[in-house]
């Protein structure tokens, strides 16, 4: 089915491309009581443009859950340990005292773990009024697409492995709970998604440390290729811009995202819940 069909087939959602690579403006839903006709919409809707942006959205944290769970369990991050309150909410907060900003380079989510989220759903606040914490997302499928036949073909039954220390300690010098480690886990560098079936590229500048079986300085060197690869090509990219109300759901297999801190020293705030995966990155 072409695009332009597809968009007209929505009976319950207004859907408008925010790219052609991914990234679509959702409207005509309210996200605090969709119907079970406008998920399964929204569901295959997902799948067509991988980021879903809903502007205009009224959300209490219970409401903002129900809609998360409506697509899977709620994951709990693994840095909600040192922050406290809503273990199935992680706050995305930073003002004028913030050390760093979460998100600000570009990542998948929570990839150390065994089995990765399947997608996020942000919901914004506050913005900073100088115009500034827009967040870019790149569609995974088009940057394994974009190699050459010779690179898909030396990485295509590699894995990589992707540490949760190197952003929660390395980045943010938050210490694991005591006795215990942040998550580590192997994946392979292009598992096809479990719904599509499509390959797509699953190594990120956040948490992927090393590609396995290659001398140190041979990975090092691979690895910022790809992750050049990855931030250096607008065409694999959307950028969202957020208003207080604004909800981004995102495909956690296929995209990354990068949130933008531009806008030091003004302030942005928002919650994120994460859906937990049904299974490991897989060949
Ligand atoms: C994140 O989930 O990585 C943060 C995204 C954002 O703040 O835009």
Redesign the pocket.
């Given at each position: 089915m072409s695009a332009a069909s597809a968009e007209a087939s929505w009976r319950h959602i207004e859907v408008e491309p925010l790219a052609p690579s991914l990234g679509a403006v959702i409207r005509g839903v309210d996200l605090a009581s969709p119907t079970a006709t406008q998920l399964e919409e929204l569901r295959s809707v997902w799948a067509e443009h991988l980021v879903l942006t809903f502007p205009e959205q009224t959300l209490d944290r219970e409401a903002h859950k129900a809609f998360g769970r409506a697509f899977g369990t709620l994951h709990v991050h693994p840095l909600n340990h040192a922050r406290g309150g809503d273990d199935e909410i992680?706050v995305?907060k930073t003002d004028a005292n913030s050390k760093y900003?979460?998100?600000d380079g570009w990542?998948t989510?929570v990839s150390c773990d065994a089995i990765p989220p399947l997608g996020?759903a942000?919901y914004?606040k506050e913005v900073p009024s100088n115009g500034g914490?827009?967040?870019l997302f790149a569609s995974m499928y088009l940057a394994w697409e974009a190699l050459s036949e010779g690179l898909q073909n030396f990485l295509v039954d590699k894995f990589a492995v992707h540490d949760g220390a190197l952003p929660y300690v390395g980045a943010y010098g938050v210490a694991p709970p005591e006795g215990s480690n942040y998550p580590r886990n192997r994946h392979p560098i292009a598992p096809r998604h479990p719904v599509t079936g499509r390959r797509l590229l699953y190594v990120n500048s956040g948490f992927t440390s090393h590609i396995e079986g290659l001398k140190r300085e041979e990975s090092r060197a691979i690895l910022d290729l790809l992750f050049r690869h990855i931030e250096r090509n607008p065409r694999f990219q959307c950028r969202?811009r957020?208003q207080p109300g604004t909800l981004?759901l995102w495909d956690n297999r296929c995209t990354q995202?990068h949130?933008?801190w531009d806008y030091y020293p003004e302030s942005?705030y928002?919650e994120?819940v994460s859906i937990v995966g049904e299974a490991a990155p897989a060949l």
């Open positions: 992680l995305v900003t979460a998100g990542h989510d996020s942000l914004i914490g827009d967040t969202v957020w981004t995202h949130a933008l942005r928002g994120r």
